[in-house]
């Protein structure tokens, strides 16, 4: 008999917004995520309190998936981040705070909600339009016959996360194995439509990380004791193996073993039944000359015993996430069933040899055409290896994305606090006619354009945890000096480069400090181009990420300003 | 979720790490002191003498603790040695960054300056790595002594030492503090004996005569006169072409024994037995691969020894079966996994909803388990096996079956051993028993019962140590004793960590000069930066790794940060020389350390100020005595790899801890903390 519980009404909560608790729990937030931000961020330790394994991290990929938030207004702002970050890698952190400082700054004006959005949508047009233009001040296209621009964007990645541990040499290294990777998943004859190949990490956990490298083609971990005894394997011709891939377990095991009882007779075993029909597979295998087999589950031990008395190479336990890139290397299709399948699902390798790193063994299957490699990825504890294959990903995928789109953002600040002194410039230099036909004032144009601004400047100014941000009215970039300092009248005395690193401190700029809090100066003039594009070690961020980060941003903020009650099923 | 600040002044985490470290600091250097570690609930106790086992002792609930647990682990991982000098330099350099904290140093500027810092003083330190090759040129070439019954070389490698009483005499002066045993006086020269018994100690007069301490008298043990010895057992039969006979390696070895002279006999003797078959096969020449040990407890220390073959334990059952067997040839079969009748191979899902029906009952056909019993001995029995070595468990009942058919079963056999008998036997290791085929069965095997070399009986309580080996078998185990039971983790550990140094050593190719140069040397350059940097303080900072960001900011406190690197050094010196009683107390030692930093900065070049008080033997003699005179008699090699990556883990665990600056605890627990006292610490989400 089942009990029946009344349900309970549901809880109404209006205006979220002007609550206590939800301000502290977001200012909280803004500040856990500012303090990560950049090379010099704070890392947080996350862990379950009880001894478990400790992450250390300032990714914010890491750290929203493990933060469990409670309050329905940060459930939307860090889902919309996890959304970001899924599609981009990069920028999540930057799409964050610049969401809680929006939201901050937005909350706190004494303007209607619905002209807040309506105006800060306009911003984010012109700020995307802007970006957009070839006008743009900020960003830099990237030139894919040159490795320079490319090695910057993933160094900037890889010196962002310092939780990966990495020194100056470390930092060169890494940084020409993902761009090389990178060059490995690139087809070299491109038909209609282009396909980019995959990089598949090896983890090599406990070792330096200049001991990590990258190979074409894939490599799969198989025990020692295989590893003794890999045989030659059976060729069709000189430089072809043909391979057979299955994704189905092989280890002999009923076929759907929960559904419902089976009743068999005294003397007869389904094992053995099952077996018996692995060594059809088997013997079908050796009949069509198949060199190799790949099973992602595993292989009955007496089928591998059949297949290497009869010259056939056996990989088993491969896993699912070499299942593709095998497939797409190979031109094989994965088998799913070991009771029929045809020849047509075979592929072919060009070779195969056995690779080892440190105490792990591998079997390197090589293809005939490189579009997939594998990246054997080291660091010293399993802490730094996590952080720093977060950090590897992101950087290729930022490759990826900006092989779609040839651009690049400046970093180190500078593209936020360009964009800002370009909005405040364009929004200072309106004329009052075109406010005629809006339904709201200049003042409230400009008191929304202020806090835009500010807030792109706060996370420009997120990048700094012990210094002073100043920043140039020529180019409205950033420049960091050490806060030990009395105020100076004279900063060009402290100052060598801005954040991206592409102006040097040759000229007076006429800095001041950049202080996130309104009321910031009206620049005279629009911010300039840097005029000298082509420094060696610019910082630089993914064009893709940012813009996309600024967008969601934008709209998250929009979004939450605009809840005016919430709901909640308390059943 | 829950969220803690971690107060930036006094750093939790890195209060946590200095007093766990703390624990360790007499663990350090060639002379250690043990700890009694006892477990309350069961009034155990062991004794450890190693920074891993330190660490898996230590309540290390904290955050900190398990990053400390973490790093430790993967250095031993990798190495199997340099956990102590890890675990020490993270006490130490957690202390001296607090204190730069305190000097209101920003974090970002102790990051960088003292990651680079440490990064130009492992690239000073490469002037004092000596390739191992000119390690057994130098080593072997001074310590060959004369000898009338031996080849040629020995007089061309060592005519500054014709006289073999002025060398003897020689050797007198300079090493008068160690105690020197004759193996057996009258099987040496008439001089070799006479000047021995004037050296001899009380101990002299017990009935195992032993050489020790002096690696001169030590090559006396390896010579072809002193053929008494079990060849089974010590350390070499036959000549050889080398003029030391340490076969390139067993000075060496010394030379990284620091002061561990047992374990090092043990390695001598590995290297020489695999020398021996190097020569025949041609294949490397110190495989770490091939060795493995079996523990006694119970037996005296001098009883520990390298067996060819595998040594195990087996039931006195089972020992009767060998008895039994014999030394007659046997067939031999390898398994994987267990040897029972439940076991599937990994990946096997037993089926739940299978419902066997029973039409006819059989009466005769017994309990079920029989028939899989029965199967199985049927298939040993007619394949002839008569010695099976299985990875996993052994089913019971099985193991009495064969016992009582002549088969001796030895179970839990680590892989290496399997690999290695399955080579030379040619067994093809299977999963189960019904995929036997012949092809499968190795041959040749032959079981002995395991005897010390002076034939005393074994006493171990319930288990029998047996020996099997297979012609051709390239496996050695090092039978380790000890009297103490709770000594027998801590001997185990200290043998495998002379093992692998010697075998780190030959990867690297080369090895650092011991006994605290390296450090010295670290010491002095990273004080040397900061002079450096102090007279530079006032230039225009130059652009540096982490950017404009961070290279503004560190130039002014380069000074501070870097001496805090370097009283990691100093700490790290001043603990080995109180252990090994080199100075008597902290203050001494600092005294000392400064002296010699003193003199080295005068001399211009610290490096080869280093140098020379190496080559004569100053301060870095090794040896867990201090002794005048004789450097070469005690030079002290390092690894090179294992040490400078237990620096880098120690200052990376540091430098990651200092960068944090809040703990995020997620999980159930939030109302336990909630609850809990420290509560008003924590922000909630």
């Known amino acids: ?571 | 979720m829950a969220f803690r600040d971690v107060n930036s002044r006094r750093h939790i985490g890195l209060q946590q790490l200095s007093s766990l470290a703390s624990a360790g600091r007499t663990l350090l250097g060639p002379m250690k002191s043990c700890k009694f570690v006892v477990d309350e609930s069961t009034n155990q106790s062991m004794l450890i003498c190693s920074a891993v086992r330190l660490i898996e002792s230590l309540d290390l609930s904290s955050a900190a603790g398990q990053l400390l647990n973490e790093t430790i682990q993967a250095q031993n991982k990798e190495f199997k040695t340099g956990m102590s000098t890890l675990l020490f330099l993270v006490g130490a350099w957690s202390n001296a960054v607090l204190e730069c904290l305190q000097q209101n140093v920003p974090v970002s500027a102790i990051v960088s300056v003292m990651s680079e810092g440490l990064n130009s003083c492992c690239e000073k330190v490469q002037c004092l790595q000596i390739s191992v090759h000119d390690v057994n040129k130098e080593l072997c070439s001074s310590s060959v002594r004369p000898n009338t019954s031996s080849s040629k070389t020995y007089e061309v490698a060592c005519d500054g030492f014709l006289n073999p009483q002025i060398f003897l005499c020689l050797q007198k002066e300079v090493s008068p503090s160690k105690e020197l045993v004759p193996r057996n006086s009258c099987s040496h020269q008439e001089a070799d004996s006479n000047l021995n018994k004037g050296l001899v100690s009380p101990l002299a007069d017990c009935k195992q005569k032993r050489l020790t301490h002096s690696r001169y008298f030590s090559a006396l043990a390896t010579s072809p006169s002193s053929s008494q010895l079990d060849d089974s057992q010590v350390c070499l039969s036959g000549q050889s072409a080398h003029p030391c006979e340490c076969y390139g390696l067993g000075h060496l070895a010394r030379a990284l024994s620091h002061g561990n002279e047992p374990n090092m006999k043990l390695l001598k003797s590995i290297v020489a037995y695999q020398h021996e078959r190097a020569e025949c096969s041609g294949s490397n020449q110190f495989n770490i691969a091939e060795v493995v040990t079996c523990c006694l407890p119970g037996l005296p220390e001098s009883y520990s020894c390298i067996c060819p073959g595998f040594v195990t334990l087996v039931s006195p059952e089972q020992a009767a079966v060998i008895k039994h067997l014999g030394d007659k040839p046997l067939r031999i079969l390898l398994t994987e996994g267990d040897l029972t009748e439940a076991y599937r191979h990994l990946g096997f899902t037993k089926p739940r909803n299978i419902r066997t029906v029973l039409e006819r009952p059989d009466l005769q056909e017994g309990r079920p388990g029989d028939v899989w019993l029965n199967t199985s001995l049927d298939i040993l029995t007619r394949s002839q096996v008569s010695l099976v070595l299985v990875k996993g468990h052994v089913c019971e009942n099985l193991l009495e079956r064969c016992v009582a058919n002549k088969i001796l079963v030895v179970g839990s056999v680590p892989q290496k051993v399997l690999s290695a008998f399955g080579e030379a036997s040619g067994a093809q290791p299977v999963t189960y028993l019904t995929q036997l085929s012949a092809s499968c069965v190795g041959s040749g095997a032959q079981l002995e019962l395991w005897t010390a070399s002076d034939g005393r009986a074994m006493d171990l309580g319930e288990l029998v140590p047996v020996r099997i080996r297979v012609r051709g078998l390239t496996l050695l185990t090092a039978v380790l004793t000890t009297a103490v039971p709770a000594k027998m983790q801590l001997v185990e550990d200290r043998f495998w960590t002379l093992v692998y140094r010697l075998h780190h050593a030959l990867r690297d190719g080369k090895v650092f000069l011991g006994g605290g140069a390296v450090e010295l040397l670290c010491l002095s350059h990273s004080q040397a930066l900061a002079k450096q940097t102090l007279k530079l303080a006032n230039k225009k900072p130059v652009k540096e790794f982490h950017g404009p960001w961070l290279a503004a900011s560190s130039a002014e406190y380069k000074p501070v940060v870097l001496q805090a690197l370097a009283s990691g050094w100093s700490q790290y010196l001043a603990a080995v020389m109180c252990n090994t009683a080199k100075a008597t107390s902290l203050f001494e030692a600092q005294t000392l350390i400064e002296h010699h930093l003193k003199k080295a900065a005068d001399c211009g070049s610290p490096s080869a100020y280093v140098l020379k008080e190496f080559q004569t033997g100053g301060m870095f003699q090794g040896g867990p005595v201090p002794s005048t005179g004789s450097a070469e008699g005690c030079r002290v090699y390092d690894n090179v790899t294992a040490k400078t990556e237990a620096w880098r883990r120690a200052l990376d665990l540091v430098l990651l801890v200092l960068q944090t600056d809040a703990e995020i605890i997620s999980g159930p627990q939030t109302n336990q903390l909630l609850n809990s006292p420290a509560s008003s610490e924590f922000m909630f989400l």
């Not at chain 1, 909280?28 to 500012?34: A, C, E, G, T």
């Not at chain 1, 190979?215 to 394997?233: C, D, H, M, N, R």
């Not at chain 1, 896993?319 to 029929?340: C, N």
Request: contains cysteine; proline residues 4%.
């Open chain 1, 1 to 571: 008999m089942s009990r029946l519980e009344a349900k309970k009404p549901s809880l109404f909560i209006s205006d979220p917004l002007t609550k206590d608790a939800v301000s502290q729990s977001l200012s909280l937030l803004n500040r856990i995520l500012k303090s990560c931000y950049g090379p010099a961020g704070r890392l947080k330790q996350l862990h379950n309190g009880v001894g478990g394994y400790v992450c250390i991290t300032s990714q914010s990929s890491a750290i929203l998936g493990r933060l469990s938030v409670s309050h329905p207004v940060l459930k939307v702002l860090t889902a919309s981040v996890q959304n970001h970050v899924a599609r981009f890698s990069d920028c999540g952190l930057f799409t964050a705070i610049l969401c809680c400082s929006l939201i901050e700054n937005f909350k706190s004006l004494p303007v209607p909600s619905c002209t807040v959005i309506k105006i800060s949508k306009d911003l984010l047009s012109l700020c995307t339009d802007y970006l957009k233009s070839e006008a743009c001040g900020c960003r830099v296209s990237v030139d894919f016959s040159n490795l320079k621009t490319l090695l910057c964007l993933v160094r900037s990645v890889l010196t962002s996360k310092p939780a990966c541990m990495l020194n100056a040499t470390e930092v060169d290294h890494l940084t020409m194995l993902i761009v090389k990777a990178f060059m490995f998943t690139i087809p070299c004859h491109v038909e209609t439509k282009a396909v980019l190949g995959k990089c598949v990490t090896v983890p090599v956990k406990g070792r330096r990380v200049l001991d990590s490298t990258v190979l074409p083609g894939l490599l799969i971990e198989t025990p020692e004791i295989q590893f003794a005894k890999l045989l030659s394997v059976k060729r069709i011709s000189s430089d072809a193996i043909k391979i057979a891939l299955f994704c189905v377990s092989m280890s002999g095991d009923l076929f759907n073993p929960e559904e419902g009882m089976i009743t068999v007779h005294h003397g007869i075993s389904l094992e053995m039944s099952e077996l018996n029909q692995l060594l059809n597979v088997g013997k079908q295998l050796v009949n069509d000359e198949v060199g190799l087999v790949v099973c992602q589950k595993v292989i009955h031990p007496s089928l591998k015993q059949y297949l290497k008395e009869n010259q056939v190479m056996v990989v088993d336990r491969a896993g699912l996430s070499v299942m593709e890139p095998l497939s797409q290397m190979t031109g094989s299709k994965p088998i799913a069933s070991i009771h029929s399948f045809s020849p047509s699902c075979y592929g072919s390798l060009k070779d195969v040899c056995t690779k080892s790193f440190g105490s792990k063994h591998f079997v390197h299957l090589i293809p005939n055409d490189t579009v997939v490699c594998s990246l054997v990825l080291c660091n010293r504890n399993e802490t730094t290896w996590d952080e720093l294959k977060r950090a590897c990903e992101t950087a290729e995928h930022v490759l990826q994305l900006t092989i779609k789109e040839p651009l690049a953002l400046l970093g180190g600040g500078c593209t936020e606090s360009h964009l800002a002194s370009y909005i405040r410039y364009k929004t200072c230099s309106l004329s009052t006619s075109s406010f005629k036909d809006a339904d709201y004032s200049q003042t409230q144009y400009q008191l929304i354009a202020d806090a835009f601004c500010s807030s792109l400047e706060s996370v420009a100014c997120s990048l700094s945890h012990d210094d002073e941000i100043l920043t140039d009215t020529v180019y409205g970039h950033c420049w960091l000096v050490p806060s030990g300092f009395p105020s100076v009248s004279n900063w060009s005395d402290l100052l060598s480069k801005c954040g991206c690193g592409i102006n040097s401190n040759t000229q007076n700029l006429n800095w001041r400090l950049l202080r996130p809090h309104f009321g910031s100066p009206t620049p005279q003039s629009c911010p300039e181009e840097p005029s000298v594009k082509a420094a060696d070690l610019l910082t630089l961020d993914c064009f893709a990420a940012k813009y996309s980060g600024l967008q969601v941003a934008v709209e998250t903020a929009n979004l939450i300003l605009d809840l005016k009650c919430i709901i909640e099923d308390q059943n």
